[in-house]
């Protein structure tokens, strides 16, 4: 859609599914869904944004009928959502400058491992749930110094936290990681921020085309 001269707004959306069965005894089913909307934006003929919102699920199941006395049923879903901001600035005609910002969102549900049938001894185990979120901010510059000859150069901080809830252990120095040996217990909260790592990314290259169609 193009809600003005200026202005073009795309939606997308998908969904897969599929079910399978082997031997009789074992079913494997799962589903991909996802959607996006993105907005691009003409400021001027020199800078141009583009704004997008994604949403991505993919989930998973599994039932194992093939020996009565373990059969279980095992079900995971992994979810991402994602924003994302895009710029391009052509101050000229062999200068392009790229920057922007990305915020994702991970959900990671292991899901449960229960029985299945009267006569299964398969004991049930919770596998627990993960969350985490990653960001990032970057610029790139690609100048043109001579007709074959381009530099490209580029910046990236990327961060990424790790969410509650969870439960953190402490141990000695140099001791087993087993119950025996905990010094401490730490819990977090749901979506409290457990561990934060971030670094930057540095990125430096030259390009000379020794062609229409070739480049080293």
Request: without cysteine.
């Amino acid at each position: 859609a193009e809600p003005g001269p200026k202005d073009l707004v795309k939606l997308f959306g998908y969904y897969s599914n599929d079910n399978f069965t082997l031997a009789n005894s074992n079913h494997y089913s799962y589903y991909n869904t996802g959607a996006s909307l993105e907005w691009n934006h003409r400021f001027s003929l020199k800078l141009s944004s583009g704004i997008s919102l994604i949403y991505a699920r993919y989930a998973f199941q599994n039932t194992d009928t093939s020996s009565s006395l373990f059969g279980y049923h095992h079900g995971y879903a992994i979810d991402h959502l994602e924003m994302k901001t895009d710029f391009t600035w052509i101050p000229s005609d062999r200068h392009v400058i790229n920057f922007g910002f990305n915020v994702i969102r991970y959900g990671l549900d292991r899901g449960d491992v229960v029985p299945v049938g009267e006569q299964s001894e398969k004991v049930p185990v919770s596998l627990g749930k993960e969350k985490g979120v990653e960001g990032a901010l970057y610029f790139s510059d690609e100048f043109q110094l001579m007709h074959r000859l381009t530099l490209y150069t580029g910046i990236r901080y990327s961060l990424y936290g790790y969410l509650g809830p969870a439960t953190v252990y402490d141990y000695n120095p140099g001791t087993p990681r087993i119950p025996g040996y905990i010094t401490d217990t730490t819990y977090y909260t749901d979506n409290r921020l457990v561990r934060l790592y971030s670094g930057p990314e540095i990125r430096t290259a030259l390009n000379f085309r020794t062609g229409n169609h070739n480049s080293v």
